[in-house]
């Protein structure tokens, strides 16, 4: 089935389409949509099809924020050419990143040598710009 290997989804604010991730070959995922009605589930456009995870709805529903192994992406609800928002030289380890309640920043986990082998949570803006440092784990 389309959502056997899609752990991570989220619904969008209006409740009316899910998106996830699935894995249609080892190592690969694809962002999908699908309505709740009922339907034919989307691909996200082609850009996204590879290596993308965690999708999450933007609180105004259009945008999708996700995750490759090291870059932070923000696209149009409908697909379209994804804006890198922020990049981590030694990768993200969120499960997908979480927007501000204004849906002005996003938040995530990730490593960055410059702040330790830890793990640490991160803020940038939902448009890009440059990294905020919040704290690191132990």
Known sequence: ???????MMDLSPDGKTLVFSVTPHAYE????????SGGRPEILGEETETHSWGARWSPDGSQLAYITSNRLYVVGAAGGTPNEVAHLADGWVSVSPRWSPDGAFLAARGRDRGFGAN???????AAGGALRHLTTFV
């Open 119 to 125: 793990p640490a949570v991160f803020v940038v803006p």
């Open 29 to 36: 995922h694809s962002l999908v949509t699908l309505p709740t």
């Open 1 to 7: 089935t389309l959502t056997k290997h899609a752990p």
